[in-house]
């Protein structure tokens, strides 16, 4: 019974087929195709750009070696006024402090956070420049 239904099939398919002409490509269908792939590799893939450049970091860190320079060496004969007038006795006598103050991290804890912290300070250049090379 399957064969014979198969039989069927093929001959509705040899019939079907008889009608259809071959279909062929255009003339300039090589070069249509040609010249979509040269496109394809002449885009080229955006350049990686900063958000800040690097003269703008140059900047930043002047600016800051700047200010500790002269927070450091600037002429001690200046008295601020503004300074003690400020209470500061919040940041150090508050609830959160005092919650905290009975933490103590022991010498193996301390270790894994530097240890942590070198690591990630290493392998976030180098990830970077692996990614780079990649793209």
């Not at 070069?31 to 900047?59: C, F, G, M, Q, S």
């Not at 700047?66 to 006598?93: C, H, K, R």
Request: hydrophobic residues 45%.
């Amino acid at each position: 019974m399957k064969d014979h239904k198969d039989k069927e099939l093929e001959k509705l398919v040899n019939k079907l087929m008889q009608h259809e002409t071959l279909k062929t490509p255009s003339q300039d269908f090589t070069d249509n195709v040609i010249r979509h792939i040269k496109t394809l590799e002449d885009k080229k893939a955006t350049a990686y750009k900063p958000l800040i450049p690097k003269p703008i970091w140059a900047l930043l860190a002047a600016c800051f070696v700047g200010i500790f320079l002269f927070l450091v060496f600037g002429t001690p004969s200046q008295e601020s006024t503004w300074m003690p007038a400020m209470n500061t006795d919040v940041l150090y006598d508050n609830q959160l402090t005092k919650a905290l103050s009975g933490v103590k991290f022991s010498s193996i804890t301390m270790y894994a956070f530097v240890f942590f912290a070198l690591m990630l300070g290493i392998q976030i250049p180098l990830l970077k420049r692996y990614y780079e090379k990649g793209l």
